[in-house]
C-alpha cells in the first residue's frame, strides 16, 4: 500500500453547521471550499472554516477516520473539535491571508 499524505478534516459555518471531509491536499480543498467551487452540502450551507484536521500516511487509515468520526453523535463532534481548537478559530484562515497580502503587493509594483 503507497503511503502518501492524507488529511481527515472538519469544517465548519459560522452557525456551527459541521461537514467531514478526507484530502489529500488539504490546503487545495480547504480553498476550493472557500471559494464554492463545488456545488454542494458545504457550498448550500456555507461551511468553510477548518476547525479540525488529522493527518495520516495511508488513504484506508484516512477514510476509516473519516466514517468514525461521522458516526459520532454531535456532542463527541464538538468535543473532538474542542480538545485541540476550543476557540473554533479558522484553522487555515492564516494560508489564504498571507497569499492575499502577497498578491496585493506585487499589485502595488
Same mark, same amino acid.
Given at each position: 500500500m503507497p503511503k502518501g499524505r492524507y488529511f481527515v478534516y472538519i469544517l465548519a459555518s459560522k452557525s456551527r453547521r459541521? =461537514?467531514?471531509?478526507?484530502?489529500?491536499?488539504? !490546503? $487545495? $480543498?480547504? =480553498? !476550493? &471550499?472557500?471559494?464554492?467551487?463545488?456545488?454542494? +452540502?458545504?457550498?448550500? =450551507?456555507? %461551511?468553510? $472554516? /477548518?476547525? &479540525? +484536521? #488529522? #493527518?495520516?500516511s495511508y488513504v484506508s487509515a484516512a477514510i476509516e477516520r473519516e466514517k468514525q468520526i461521522k458516526g459520532l453523535l454531535r456532542i463527541k463532534? %464538538?468535543? /473532538? %473539535?474542542?480538545?485541540?481548537?476550543?476557540?473554533?478559530e479558522d484553522l487555515s484562515e492564516a494560508w489564504y491571508n498571507a497569499n492575499t497580502k502577497a498578491d496585493s503587493s506585487l499589485r502595488s509594483e
Open positions: 459541521l =461537514y467531514v471531509g478526507v484530502t489529500n491536499d488539504l !490546503e $487545495r $480543498r480547504i =480553498y !476550493e &471550499h472557500k471559494q464554492k467551487l463545488a456545488a454542494g +452540502f458545504t457550498k448550500m =450551507y456555507k %461551511i468553510d $472554516r /477548518l476547525v &479540525h +484536521f #488529522e #493527518e495520516t463532534k %464538538i468535543a /473532538l %473539535i474542542e480538545s485541540s481548537n476550543p476557540t473554533w
